[in-house]
T-cell receptor
Framework: DTEVTQTPKHLVMGMTNKKSLKCEQHMGHRAMYWYKQKAKKPPELMFVYSYEKLSINESVPSRFSPECPNSSLLNLHLHALQPEDSALYLC????????????FGDGTRLSIL | QQQVKQSPQSLIVQKGGISIINCAYENTAFDYFPWYQQFPGKGPALLIAIRPDVSEKKEGRFTISFNKSAKQFSLHIMDSQPGDSATYFCAARRLGQGAQKLVFGQGTRLTINP
């Protein structure tokens, strides 16, 4: 079992829907990440939160909106997505000290109809 | 400069054999090199990681070899087992903006034949 919990595991939504992905960790990590992973490809970084502040946005379209309500929770709000946004969305967290790795959740499989 | 090149793309090894996956990088700002193992339907799981001031690290059947001057590192899986069949990603980490950025290799799909 991973220590980063993501819900839901699967999500199917239409292009006009609004939905949210949730991520939770209780390891005391102060950095949290959203990645997008297409089939047979490596994860691609989308957003990074450090101490609950957005520190990195990798030029992600505004139809993806991240939120970090507290140090344990990370949300990704979705609105007006396109079919090409169908992918596995991964959350990760890490300590802010040297040589500590990122720990990933098992992701949300998102399908856009 | 931000790329990590990983080879091979796919690898088939007989049970009990040695699996070897190679990675190369350009950016000397990278300071930490983890390997992740990913099974279908699961997120990447940290397998083993190495710092650039260490030339080799071994954990059980898994060994990372690191060549700082050549900017290359590799994963060796000894006595490969069918349960090792998965996709393996090497990565290189750069610190900045209060967090770490991981640059992943393109992945290697490893199949261990029984």
């Amino acid at each position: 079992d991973t220590e980063v919990t993501q819900t839901p595991k699967h999500l199917v939504m239409g292009m006009t829907n609004k939905k949210s992905l949730k991520c939770e960790q209780h390891m005391g990590h102060r950095a949290m990440y959203w990645y997008k992973q297409k089939a047979k490809k490596p994860p691609e970084l989308m957003f990074v939160y450090s101490y609950e502040k957005l520190s990195i946005n990798e030029s992600v379209p505004s139809r993806f909106s991240p939120e970090c309500p507290n140090s344990s929770l990370l949300n990704l709000h979705l609105h007006a997505l396109q079919p090409e946004d169908s992918a596995l969305y991964l959350c990760a967290s890490s300590q802010d000290t040297l040589y500590q790795p990122q720990h990933f959740g098992d992701g949300t499989r998102l399908s856009i109809l | 400069q931000q790329q990590v090149k990983q080879s091979p793309q796919s690898l088939i090894v007989q049970k009990g054999g040695i699996s070897i996956i190679n990675c190369a990088y350009e950016n000397t700002a990278f300071d930490y090199f983890p390997w992740y193992q990913q099974f279908p339907g699961k997120g990447p799981a940290l397998l083993i990681a190495i710092r650039p001031d260490v030339s080799e690290k071994k954990e059980g059947r898994f060994t990372i070899s690191f060549n700082k001057s050549a900017k290359q590192f590799s994963l060796h899986i000894m006595d490969s087992q069918p349960g090792d069949s998965a996709t393996y990603f090497c990565a290189a980490r750069r610190l900045g903006q209060g967090a770490q950025k991981l640059v992943f290799g393109q992945g290697t799909r490893l199949t261990i034949n029984p």
